[in-house]
Every structure is written in structure tokens, then in C-alpha cells.
């Protein structure tokens, strides 16, 4: 059974960081893409960062380069999102999301087998 556990969300202020982690199991943790997505209230679910497993290569959201950084242990089966001047766009409920993922572009939420539950990321100005 595919189990994503989320945590590291919460509150800061303009400028301020947080690091999101998202423990995993029940998969082939080497074999299959995993990301990270946010869903603001009104607006769609957007990839923010994710690594796919078919080219190895690590996308983020054009909003976000250079300010968040996408990561993951194969040795803890654990990815995280290193989020560094975060602003009040930012806010969002943030989702770790895995699945068996072709040669697509990781970004996109419909590709996904598997979500964790959401955490709140809140940015005050």
C-alpha cells in the first residue's frame, strides 16, 4: 500500500523559509516519480518541483526557480521541498504526489496515482 506522510508545513512571515518532507513507502521508491504540488483556494493544483524517474531530470513551476529546491534520500525513501524566500503568493495546501510516470512532464497533476494528504503553507506579509 502506497503511504505518503507529509509534514514541515506551517506559517511564516515574507522572506521567511520552510522545508517540506514527505516520508514514503509501500512502492519502488527508485522507480517512480515523485513531486510536489500546491493548490491555492480558487486556482488549480500546479506542480511546484518533482523529479522524474524516466529522465532524471528535476522541474519546478517558473514561480518558484531559484527559490525552492527539490530534493530526495533514496536511502530514507523520503523527497523534500527546501522552500527559501517564500512570499505571499506561496500560500498554498501543499501535496507530495508519486506514481509511475512515462516520459511526461512531472508538473502535471493528472499524471499522479498517489497523494498524501496536504499541508498548509501560509505567508504573511
Known amino acids: 500500500q502506497v503511504q505518503l506522510v507529509e509534514s514541515g508545513g506551517g506559517s511564516v512571515q515574507t522572506g521567511g523559509s520552510l522545508r517540506l518532507s514527505c516520508e514514503t513507502s509501500?512502492?519502488?521508491?527508485?522507480?517512480?516519480?515523485t513531486g510536489w504540488f500546491r493548490q491555492a483556494p480558487g486556482k488549480e493544483r500546479e506542480g511546484v518541483g518533482c523529479?522524474?524517474?524516466?529522465?532524471?531530470?528535476?522541474r519546478y513551476a517558473d514561480s518558484v526557480k531559484g527559490r525552492f529546491t527539490f530534493a530526495k534520500d533514496f536511502g530514507k525513501n523520503t523527497v523534500y521541498l527546501q522552500m527559501n524566500d517564500l512570499q505571499p503568493e506561496d500560500t498554498a495546501v501543499y501535496y507530495c504526489?508519486?506514481?509511475?510516470?512515462?516520459?511526461?512532464?512531472?508538473?502535471?497533476?493528472?499524471?499522479?496515482?498517489?497523494w498524501g494528504q496536504g499541508m498548509q503553507v501560509t505567508v504573511s506579509s
Open positions: 504526489a508519486t506514481g509511475l510516470l512515462g516520459y511526461t512532464d512531472c508538473r502535471i497533476p493528472s499524471e499522479y496515482d498517489h
Open positions: 523529479l522524474s524517474s524516466s529522465d532524471g531530470i528535476t
Open positions: 509501500g512502492f519502488m521508491f527508485d522507480d517512480w516519480t
